[in-house]
C-alpha cells in the first residue's frame, strides 16, 4: 500500500481483530489485522456474572461464575477505503466483513502505547453503521462506525 500524503504512518496501532488465531498467523498477516486509529473511540466494561445464594444462617454468599468483558468501539468519517484512513489502515470495508461473518474474533488491544497487547476471544455482538457522504470522484463512501464485542 502506498502511502497517501496526508497519512500519519507512525502512529501506534493498539487494536487488531481477526478471524483466526493470531499464534496462526504470520507477522504479514498480523499487520493486515491491524485496524485504523481514525477517529476512533474505545470503552471496556467488566460484565460480572454470577448468583446469589442465602445460607441456612441467614447470610448471602455471591459465586461468581465469570467476569466478562465488553469493548464498544466508534469510528467518525471512516472511509470504506484503506488508503484513505488517517494511517493507512483497515476501515471501515474490514469492519463490515468482520461484522458479516458469524463465529469467533480474535482481539488483541494495547491499553497503553507501551504496554503489551492483551489476547481476548470474543464475538461482535453489534455493529451499527451509518453511511455519511459517497465520494464519486475517489469511489470512497465515508461513514460512522459502532462495533461491540464481547468476551467468550
Known sequence: MVAVQNQQTGLTHLILISTAPFSTLTTQQKKDCEITEHARTF?????QSGSDIELARGKIKRYVQKN???FSLSFKYLPTLQEKTVDGRKGRDYLNSLAQTR??????????????YRAYTCYINSYTEKLLRRDLETNC????????????
Open 141 to 152: 463512501a465515508y461513514y460512522d462506525v459502532s462495533l461491540g464485542l464481547e468476551e467468550q
Open 68 to 70: 466478562k468483558r465488553t
Open 103 to 116: 463465529g469467533l474474533v480474535y482481539v488483541l488491544i494495547k491499553l497503553d502505547p507501551n504496554d503489551e
Open 43 to 47: 470503552s471496556s466494561e467488566i460484565q
